[in-house]
């Protein structure tokens, strides 16, 4: 069965650096996107980041770019979120999900992970 | 970047109909995504395209879509859809995405 698992969360200090994985099986990983979308704890979700089956493209939003990187292991089956220069706002659940696309239906986010929570706190 | 718009609440008696709306301009070009959070637990689709479910969605979820306005209804509602409700879809730049703010369903 498809499985998404994400690691790394923690307390981190403001300007800090932390490093978040999303470990994927149960599918051919190099044929989907995966993205990133936060929560802030009793807040609503936030789109963070995606990058393509292949590595080739990774799109971030405004809130996080310039300070968070996703790269992907295709020979691992892992995604990587390296988040530098953490800000207070950045604290939240951390969830990767798959990317489904069909020319019919557009995108969807079909499975998700459990969600790592990352605290930013001196 | 663009945004989607949503009612922070709404409440529907058991049993009866609730349409849940997403407002954005993304929408005239992009079909929403719908999804469903219960407390403590990761998002689930249960509405993509122009009114697709996967597998395992009951068929009283449904989806619409209108020149900017994309449409959740539960059709029969039941106390177990009480939740948090998201749209999102790509936005005018169509390489990044948006999510709505949110709609909490409360089933009386």
């Known amino acids: 069965q498809v499985q998404l698992v994400e690691s790394g969360g923690g307390v981190v200090q403001p300007g800090r650096s932390l490093r978040l994985s999303c470990a994927a099986s149960?599918?051919?990983?190099?044929?989907?996107?995966i993205h990133w979308v936060r929560q802030a704890p009793g807040k609503g979700l936030e789109w963070v980041a995606v990058?393509?089956?292949?590595?080739?493209?990774?799109y971030y939003a405004d809130s996080v770019k310039g300070r968070l990187t996703v790269s992907r292991d295709n020979s691992k089956n892992m995604v990587s979120l390296q988040m530098n220069s953490l800000k207070a706002e950045d604290t939240a659940v951390y969830y990767c999900?798959?990317?489904?696309?069909?020319?019919?239906?557009?995108?969807?986010?079909?499975?998700w992970g459990q969600g790592t929570l990352v605290t930013v706190s001196s | 970047s663009s945004e989607l718009t949503q009612d922070p609440a709404v409440s529907v008696a058991l049993g009866q109909t609730v349409r849940i709306t997403c407002q954005g301009d993304?929408?005239?070009?992009?079909?929403a995504s719908w999804y469903q959070q219960k407390p403590g637990q990761a998002p689930v689709v249960v509405i993509y395209g122009k009114n697709n479910r996967p597998s395992g969605i009951p068929d009283r979820f449904s989806g619409s879509s209108s020149g900017n306005t994309a449409s959740l209804t539960i059709t029969g509602a039941q106390a177990e859809d009480e939740a948090d409700y998201y749209c999102n879809s790509r936005d005018s730049s169509g390489n990044h995405w948006v999510f709505g703010g949110g709609t909490k369903l409360t089933v009386l």
């Open positions: 999900a798959r990317d489904v696309w069909d020319s019919e239906s557009e995108t969807r986010f079909d499975y």
């Open positions: 149960g599918f051919t990983f190099s044929t989907y996107g």
């Open positions: 993304s929408l005239r070009s992009y079909y």
């Open positions: 990058i393509w089956n292949d590595g080739s493209k990774q």
